[in-house]
């Protein structure tokens, strides 16, 4: 679909790498007028590096190598922007697209690949991260997030005006999982505890196969409005947009503002997954018009005419390159781990059918012969 | 001391020990629950410790994971047993894994107290028995008390607990009084007891069951039939050894619950039995319990849930063989 041009947008960069400050979102420009070269270099790098990463992941799952894959291309703008606005002790809870939320906190990417591959469910620290593990049943994180900011409050580490201790919480979903009764109870636990949080919703207009007029009726950033929740519309394709956006609301939680909800009106190119055929419910002059408000097309042209020159944008496609590289020949290296640390960690503390389950298997495979 | 104030003090006396033990639910913080399980521990505690929730049993249970996330030790209460299904998602996909999906990272000490099981004259959903479908989930840990001794304990240790407790509390023996040792706990978490000797067959009881499995055996030993009772106490883990050694020792068992018998905590036990004490056993184990239907309402509710002329049924079928 084409966007309904009378829901205010916040847009800092058109699509023809044009910026501009509408009178309204003024503070939200002195927020982009605060970055220097490098924030905005760094920016542009990681859209393109995590687009590079995807179109590998994409590759290896059609090898055989990655069980699945779930592809954000297209999302690139909201989540390097938003992820840069993430304070360092802000908590993160992704939901399962969020990979370029992952590299703007260092999250180490061959553990979201050994998930895709199989060989775990996750298995990062989530505490030395900040990003949290990511969620596959929708909208299941986000009570999570908020019950993690109601503890941030309890703990007092909100408003304290000490920038070194004060942190939020920010949770991702989309607009599919808008629908989920969870999203719903997490929007009204935020307002009645007034927890510091901020609802991250990019809205890619795709839930699979439904689009996203079918699950909601009015714009998604109304959607806390019922439970005391104050929201807007970020272009979600304009990585300053949601930058500007996400810093400020971040900002104002950590400061005791209360939760608020932020929609990024994006798209997804490509798939929901690599087991998904979009061409049986969506027509490809749709994408094309997308494709023609790339956030990472858009950001480049800003650049050029700020004056960055060529040989950075070629060092960003060698740099890329030599990712898509590196994770594809530490993708082929993963092993299966042995099928016995199924047991480790079920309980923190021992418990007896599993010390028996254990041990049978243990017995078992040594009856058989060795797999040495 | 009655059931319900003993959890009452046990919590009180956790809350009192670590400052991270939170309580929260609906109407659990002026109101002290519908069954005054919390009373007084909000006036003692304060708004920040013991709060009342929005309707909305997920949201209770999710916001916990994520306060448990970040180092408290949230116990919340789940009003009725009927009301549990609204956070069953929360409880089995996410509560039950997350320590295995972060390969340790993670520790969930959580703690879900359910009033549980019939015999109060309620309306429906509010006299269930949903044990199963949690013990059938690796990942929790769940205990239910029969006595106020290990009412006041058993909160306490759930609580102490790195890993999520479902505490089964049962509901119509709340007002039931009995003996507390406020200094030694009985036994460990997860152990069954020997609440009565025997020698001509076990019976296999726990929560609000056990009381009725106690009458039960004084009426068999007035029949001259010697009844051994167990109250399992914990139901994940099963303390099979003590199950085992006992059924060894009888060659005959007998488990009643209220919950429906198909697929039950009994079915499992049934099994276990079979398969580990097969040659010591005279009979097959058989099982009294609710019937396979949605639970009646409550002027057909004492002919339908156990008693003791049902227990002494299936004791006088198990001992025919």
Request: with cysteine; charged share 20%.
């Amino acid at each position: 679909m084409t966007p309904d041009n009378s829901t205010p947008m916040m847009q800092l960069l058109a699509p023809d790498g044009t910026y501009g400050v509408p009178a309204q979102y003024a503070k939200y420009g002195e927020i982009i007028d605060s970055l220097g070269e490098d924030q905005l270099k760094t920016f542009y790098r990681d859209m393109a590096r995590i687009r590079r990463f995807d179109i590998e992941a994409i590759a290896l799952q059609r090898q055989g190598q990655l069980g699945l894959w779930v592809p954000a291309i297209g999302q690139e703008g909201a989540q390097i922007g938003s992820g840069y606005a993430v304070g360092p002790n802000d908590h993160i809870f992704p939901s399962y697209r969020e990979h370029g939320v992952a590299i703007t906190h260092g999250v180490e990417l061959m553990s979201i690949l050994k998930m895709m591959r199989g060989v775990n469910h996750g298995g990062w620290n989530p505490e030395e991260t900040r990003y949290h593990l990511y969620s596959i049943v929708l909208g299941a994180q986000v009570l999570h997030a908020v019950g993690y900011a109601m503890g941030v409050k309890f703990d007092g580490r909100v408003g304290t005006g000490d920038k070194d201790s004060d942190l939020a919480v920010i949770s991702y979903f989309g607009d599919g999982a808008t629908a989920e009764g969870d999203v719903s109870e997490s929007l009204l636990f935020a307002a009645v505890y007034e927890a510091p949080i901020v609802f991250f919703v990019q809205n890619n207009q795709w839930a699979i196969s439904s689009p996203v007029e079918q699950v909601t009726k009015v714009p998604l950033y109304m959607r806390g409005s019922g439970f005391g929740v104050p929201g807007m519309r970020v272009d979600g394709n304009d990585v300053l947009a949601c930058y500007a956006a996400t810093k400020l609301h971040m900002d104002e939680a950590r400061e005791g503002a209360g939760p608020y909800l932020i929609e990024a009106l994006t798209y997804r190119i490509g798939a929901h997954t690599t087991s998904d055929d979009p061409s049986k419910y969506r027509d490809e002059s749709e994408v094309e018009y997308w494709k023609a408000r790339d956030p990472i097309a858009r950001f480049e042209t800003f650049l050029r005419r700020q004056g960055i020159e060529d040989s950075f944008f070629e060092d960003v496609k060698q740099a890329g390159d030599e990712l898509a590289a590196d994770i594809r020949e530490q993708t082929f290296a993963l092993t299966t781990p042995p099928l016995e640390n199924i047991f480790d960690f079920v309980y923190s503390e021992s418990h007896p059918d599993i010390v028996q389950q254990r041990a049978w298997l243990k017995a078992y495979e040594e009856s058989m012969g060795s797999h040495e | 001391m009655a059931i319900a104030k003993a959890l009452n003090a046990g919590l009180q006396k956790a809350m009192q020990d670590d400052p991270k033990v939170l309580m929260f639910g609906e109407d659990v913080a002026q109101l002290g629950g519908v069954f005054r399980v919390t009373e007084g521990l909000h006036k003692e505690f304060g708004d920040s410790r013991v709060f009342n929730t929005p309707i909305a049993e997920s949201g209770i249970v999710g916001t916990a994971i994520g306060l448990a996330m970040r180092g408290y030790r949230p116990v919340t209460e789940i009003q009725f047993d009927g009301f549990v299904f609204p956070a069953f998602n929360q409880i089995t996909t996410q509560l039950a894994k997350l320590t295995s999906r972060s390969e340790g990272f993670l520790q969930m000490p959580v703690v879900i107290r359910i009033p549980y099981g019939g015999g109060i004259g309620a309306v429906e959903h509010h006299s269930e028995s949903p044990e199963a479908y949690f013990a059938h989930t690796p990942g929790l840990r769940i205990v239910t008390p029969s006595n106020p001794n290990d009412a006041y304990w058993m909160i306490q240790e759930a609580i102490k607990s790195p890993d999520p407790v479902i505490i089964f509390e049962p509901k119509r023996r709340y007002w039931q009084k009995g003996p507390v040792n406020l200094d030694i706990p009985p036994m460990p978490l997860h152990s069954a007891r020997l609440m009565r000797e025997g020698t001509d067959v076990t019976l296999l009881a726990y929560g609000p069951m056990v009381t009725t499995a106690l009458q039960a055996a004084e009426l068999g030993a007035g029949e001259g039939i010697n009844i051994e009772v167990i109250d399992l106490r914990s139901l994940s883990p099963i303390d099979y050894p003590t199950l085992f050694a006992s059924a060894n020792k009888t060659g005959r068992v007998v488990m009643v619950h209220e919950a429906p018998t198909n697929v039950s905590l009994s079915s499992e036990i049934a099994a276990r039995i079979a398969e580990n004490c097969f040659y010591s056993l005279e009979a097959p184990v058989l099982r009294v319990g609710g019937f396979d239907t949605p639970y009646p309402p409550a002027k057909l509710e004492e002919a339908y849930l156990p008693d003791a002329d049902r227990i002494l049924e299936a004791v006088d079928r198990s001992m025919a063989y």
